[in-house]
């Protein structure tokens, strides 16, 4: 066995989520936040890094021909029960919300309609609360469908623990942007058993690549969270991925301490006779002088 490195039936809206207005894919977006690279942390103790990095790979899971098609179409959540339990800001979530708008949240409620993204982080969300992950939250139609499935051993292994553990994986695809007129995407998100690692996969396709959008994660209460990228162009490229690392995984995610090898102990004890011998020599040399 090889090893690596250490280190959510959908409830209506209110009606004033009902009527939040659709945001216009023509506007102009300013320049906002983007991390990139290395992240926090944030107070909680999460850190984050991206594929740039050579510690966060792009490997993308494909699962529309074996997960659960949970949810499709334009401002729609619906919950789902996870395969089994996940950690997040110190909380364990057994059923978590997903939603059609780029954005997973623990509060089981959200129906999905927050299309104005919240950035940067933390933000209280315009619509809806919870706890809140980010792939890529912006005003998006999942025409093919938000997917989920649970891995008891992760396609994807982890990238700093240990290449066993399970994974919950959320895939949104055939997306595209509100108003259309342009490509369509997929992304990611990777929620991986007892390290309570969080890793985004972005897919080929998004033509905004985040001038428009919000990566990162919040907490429950928006008190704390981490921005990866907020309304900056180019800051989510197709084919990246972007990783938070838990700051109190499990011990059992961890790669175990290796045993000595037989060889090597044989070389300690030659060494330390070495310099017994050595030390005995200079103490009798030392007594004659």
């Not at 490997?59 to 729609?76: H, V």
């Not at 792939?135 to 999942?142: E, G, M």
């Not at 044989?266 to 060494?271: G, K, R, S, Y």
Request: charged share 15%; hydrophobic share 35%; glycine share 14%.
């Amino acid at each position: 066995m090889k090893f690596k490195l250490l280190l959510l039936s959908a409830l209506a809206a209110t009606s004033a989520m009902a009527f939040e207005p659709k945001e216009d894919p023509n506007a102009i977006t300013p320049e906002g936040v983007r991390g990139g690279g290395g992240v926090g942390p944030d107070i909680f103790g999460y850190t984050g890094t991206d594929s740039n990095s050579g510690a966060c790979t792009s490997q993308f899971i494909d699962i529309t021909g074996t997960g659960a098609n949970i949810i499709t179409g334009d401002d729609a959540g619906a919950p789902v029960t996870l395969g089994a339990p996940f950690n997040f800001y110190g909380t364990v979530y057994t059923d978590l919300a997903l939603t059609t708008n780029g954005y997973i949240s623990t509060d089981v409620t959200d129906a999905g309609p927050d299309l104005s993204n919240d950035c940067p982080l933390p933000a209280t969300p315009s619509t809806g609360g919870g706890a809140r992950m980010y792939p890529l939250q912006d005003d998006l139609i999942t025409n093919g469908g938000v997917y989920y499935e649970y891995f008891p051993v992760c396609p994807r292994p982890s990238d700093t623990f240990v290449d066993t553990l399970g994974c919950h994986v959320v895939q949104w695809d055939g997306v595209e942007h509100f108003g259309g007129g342009g490509e369509v995407f997929g992304f990611e998100a990777i929620l991986y058993d007892l390290s309570w690692e969080i890793v985004f996969v972005q897919g080929t396709g998004n033509p905004e690549a985040g001038s428009g959008s919000t990566t990162g994660i919040q907490n429950d209460g928006a008190t704390d969270g981490l921005t990866y990228a907020c309304d900056t162009a180019a800051s989510v490229p197709a084919s990246s991925a972007q990783c938070f690392i838990h700051p109190n995984p499990d011990p059992a995610a961890l790669p175990p301490i290796l045993p000595v090898p037989t060889n090597n102990k044989v070389m300690l004890a030659t060494l330390a006779g070495a310099l017994g011998l050595i030390a005995l020599f200079l103490m009798r040399r030392k007594a004659i002088i």
